[in-house]
């Protein structure tokens, strides 16, 4: 009886693995089924270096997305990140436990927030402070980079704060052991050991940041165009294809469908990526 139990949750768990693969392989499926073609209509060069987006006029660049992505997605990595990993660090090896629990829930709150809502704090609290401080119109790439910075926090501290712990307690006591401070002993010991997981904890970050859309698309401007500063305007990728999706018939919309394409290639660099240094980590060690 217990054999057939065990045999009968192997094939659950088979038919779980198999379904997560197989939904990818769809998605995959739909998007370059839909998106190669048009690029391909369109012309590549055109399609990835073309910095007009008119459809009204069959032009259809989306060099601008693509560099504002990029823009805002490393500015929102810069600002959170260093945050993300000194808060892991403090949550990990610093926090008393009276208080631990309270930061934790409410990080974790943080990490359920709707993007809409963070949305509305970035209307409400960000757009009218760079306003009042910088001048502009407020709405602006600066605006987007401080509130993904804000949205990416919870994901990289929930992956970080769970490296850290996982490295052998024996790592830091062995550093303390031959006479270097604490402050030391966790950062040229624990940070480095627990590198694969705080790289992993990055990528999560950078995913959510390139992939977010309602919240960026209340602050960022919205103006398709190749980014001209901080205090400008811009349009990333996720919010071109949301902003006409819901008019956009013909080329147009296969014009969309192929920029999730492009968005989708960018994830999976950034993947493959971290496989490979991840890999490089291990073989040096």
């Not at 401007?221 to 071109?240: D, S």
């Not at 147009?252 to 993947?271: D, E, G, M």
Request: aromatic share 8%; with cysteine.
């Amino acid at each position: 009886m217990n054999r057939v139990k065990e045999k009968g949750m192997k094939m659950v768990f088979l038919i779980a693995a198999c379904t997560s693969v197989l939904a990818v392989l769809l998605i995959c499926i739909f998007l370059f089924a839909n998106g190669l073609p048009t690029i391909a209509q369109i012309e590549p060069l055109k399609f990835l270096f073309g910095q007009e987006w008119k459809p009204s006029n069959n032009k259809f660049g989306i060099l601008p997305m693509i560099v504002a992505s990029i823009y805002v997605t490393g500015g929102a990595i810069l600002v959170g990140v260093p945050i993300a990993v000194l808060t892991s660090v403090f949550m990990a090896r610093y926090c008393p436990k009276r208080i631990y629990g309270v930061l934790k829930s409410g990080i974790e709150l943080m990490a359920g927030i709707p993007s809409i809502v963070y949305g509305f704090f970035g209307l409400v609290l960000i757009v009218p402070l760079i306003r009042d401080v910088f001048g502009g119109p407020g709405a602006s790439m600066l605006a987007a980079i401080i509130l993904l910075g804000i949205m990416i926090l919870p994901t990289i501290v929930g992956v970080t704060e769970a490296a850290i712990r996982g490295v052998p307690e024996s790592y830091y006591e062995g550093s303390l052991a031959l006479g270097a401070t604490k402050e030391r002993s966790i950062y040229a010991v624990m940070l480095p050991a627990a590198k694969s997981g705080i790289l992993a904890g990055i990528v999560l970050g950078i995913g959510r940041a390139i992939g977010e859309t309602m919240a960026v698309v209340m602050i960022a401007g919205n103006q398709p165009r190749m980014p001209k500063g901080l205090l400008k305007g811009v349009r990333t990728m996720t919010m071109n294809i949301v902003t006409d999706m819901g008019y956009a018939t013909g080329l147009h919309r296969q014009a969309l469908i192929a920029t999730a394409v492009v968005l989708f290639v960018f994830i999976l660099i950034i993947n493959l990526s971290l496989s490979l240094l991840n890999r490089r980590s291990e073989n040096e060690g």
